[in-house]
């Protein structure tokens, strides 16, 4: 069993701060779960042009309002505590925050947790890529 508590593992480098968001990652790849877990803060105002080409993820809202926007369709789809976006179909996307909000996020394949957005939104799948947008 493992336990872990996000009020100490964002006192340490599993809490990632990037442009508009930040996240603590409470479970990765080696732990040998098959996907990872975080808790991911999007800034009040932010605007995400996301495309996860190489993971599966689901993301549930935990508090805060905002809006996922589906460019493949362009159905907007609001975002409330509750929600749960599922991007099961690599889905670009863009995802905006009306207020601060806090969401549970789950990868498959699970996140190395050194990864940062490449230029397309995207983790690469070695963990390396060092560029963001
Ligand atoms: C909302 C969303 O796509 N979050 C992604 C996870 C977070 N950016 C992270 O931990 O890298």
């Known amino acids: 069993m493992i ?12 809490r990632v701060v990037s442009e508009g968001w930040e996240s603590t990652r ?33 993301v549930y809202c935990v508090s805060g309002e905002g809006e996922v926007e589906n460019l493949d369709d362009g159905v907007v789809y609001p975002i409330q505590p509750g929600t749960i976006y599922i991007l099961d179909k690599n889905d670009k996307h863009i995802l905006r925050a009306k207020t601060e909000m806090e969401m549970a996020c789950v990868f498959n394949p699970p996140l190395h947790g050194k990864e940062v957005h490449n230029a397309d939104g995207a ?9 963001d947008k």
Do not use: C
């Open 3 to 14: 336990v872990r508590s996000l009020q100490e593992a964002r006192k340490t480098d599993r």
């Open 26 to 58: 409470l479970l990765l790849k080696n732990d040998n779960m098959g996907f990872s877990f975080h808790i991911t803060t999007i800034y009040e105002g932010a605007e995400l042009h996301l495309h996860y080409q190489n993971h599966l993820e689901s």
């Open 123 to 131: 983790y690469e799948l070695d963990g390396e890529e060092v560029s």
